[in-house]
């Protein structure tokens, strides 16, 4: 248990030290991830007016449709930045600030980033 919870304490911190930095404002939203043991969700927010303006996930019917069954956990989450990047697109938004979450940028978070960038995103 003391394992889980100095992890936890580990994550926190690292959010809260990348988040630091990462200010989102009307020329430039905010991109967050999040990523669980089985799924990963990306957002596209509006600090200003706190609200949401694009968001996609292995959770999302139209991403889940694109997800065959064996397919592994980074290739959906290169599914979820290219559909992210196709309706930030859609609502105009073109610059972003990545906020990482205080997770690392490898492995899964990478490839939601690059595919991102790669449908048009620009961060």
Do not use: C, W
């Not at 630091?20 to 669980?36: A, M, N, Q």
């Not at 290219?82 to 105009?92: D, E, K």
């Not at 073109?94 to 899964?108: I, Q, S, T």
């Amino acid at each position: 248990m003391e394992k889980i919870r100095l992890k936890h304490v580990r994550y926190e911190r690292r959010n809260k030290r990348s988040r630091k930095g990462i200010v989102g404002s009307p020329e430039r939203l905010r991109l967050t991830v999040f990523r669980s043991d089985a799924h990963i969700y990306a957002q596209i927010i509006d600090d200003v007016t706190a609200t949401t303006i694009a968001s996609a996930s292995t959770m999302d019917p139209e991403v889940r449709g694109k997800i065959k069954a064996g397919i592994s956990k980074v290739d959906a989450s290169k599914i979820v930045g290219s559909t992210l990047g196709q309706r930030a697109i859609a609502a105009n938004v073109k610059k972003v600030a990545f906020d990482r979450n205080g997770f690392l940028y490898h492995g899964r978070v990478k490839a939601l980033a690059e595919a991102a960038r790669e449908s048009g995103l620009d961060f």
